[in-house]
């Protein structure tokens, strides 16, 4: 079955610099990459989410990019701010209407 | 707009006791989830449903029962409570496919001792 990794498990920016969260996926039939930012406290709430057909997508600060041929995807975070700070899951699925799979995590802390 | 409601917060139970995880949503989904969080395992679907009346098994269903008896609700049941299932507890609701979560509740964060 898929198996999806996320690299770095901690990850620490000054404000305003930029983050990147990388995720490799094990199953190439995967076609749906959602990420989500969970606060502390709080559930994971769905930030951004890629296509199979789709290169790159931005929304605002952020952006994810998709590389198929070498099964990896990040999550790409500009002009961090501390309200950032939260813990990143990336997640995989072979089509937006299968099981996620999801990462172990990585938790970022913008420092001011 | 509340969306997705979680009750209790907290709760620690003696192992073999029984409880109810309550799941409330409010936007008219059909989908709703639920999932546990593990350190450093992410998240892992325990049970899903796809609308009132229809349920199924996701990654590690055994130990827990669900039931959908109204589109706003989906209790979950510990039927008897192990140490194994310490644990955070998430609902979701999506309004595409119940293994797409696209609204958590903020969590159920259950001991057993």
């Known amino acids: 079955g898929e198996n999806v990794e996320q690299h770095p498990s901690t990850l620490s920016v000054q404000e305003g610099d930029s983050a990147v969260i990388k995720c490799t996926y094990s199953?190439?039939?995967?076609?749906?990459f959602p990420w989500y930012k969970q606060e502390l406290g709080k559930g994971p709430q769905l930030i951004i989410d890629i296509r199979s057909n789709v290169g790159e997508k931005k929304d605002q600060r952020i952006a994810v990019t998709l590389n198929k041929t070498a099964k990896h995807f990040s999550l790409h975070i500009t002009e961090t701010q501390p309200e950032d700070s939260a813990v990143y899951f990336c997640a995989a699925s072979m089509t937006s209407y299968d099981k996620v799979i999801f990462g172990p995590g990585t938790s970022l802390s913008v420092i001011p | 707009n509340a969306g997705v409601t979680q009750t209790p917060k907290f709760q620690v139970l003696k192992t073999g006791q029984s409880m109810t995880l309550q799941c409330a949503q409010d936007?008219?989904?059909?989908?709703m989830s639920w999932y546990r969080q593990d350190p450093g395992m992410g998240l892992r679907l325990i049970h899903y449903?796809?609308?009132?009346?229809?349920?199924d098994q996701g990654e590690v269903p055994n130990g827990y029962n669900v039931s959908r008896s109204t589109t706003e609700d989906f209790p979950l049941r510990l039927l008897s409570a192990a140490p194994s299932q310490t644990s955070v507890y998430f609902c979701?609701?999506?309004?595409?496919?119940?293994?797409?979560?696209?609204?958590f509740g903020d969590g159920t964060r259950l001991s057993i001792l």
């Open positions: 936007m008219n989904h059909e989908y």
């Open positions: 979701a609701s999506s309004y595409s496919n119940a293994e797409q979560p696209q609204h």
């Open positions: 199953d190439s039939a995967s076609n749906y």
């Open positions: 449903s796809v609308g009132a009346g229809i349920t």
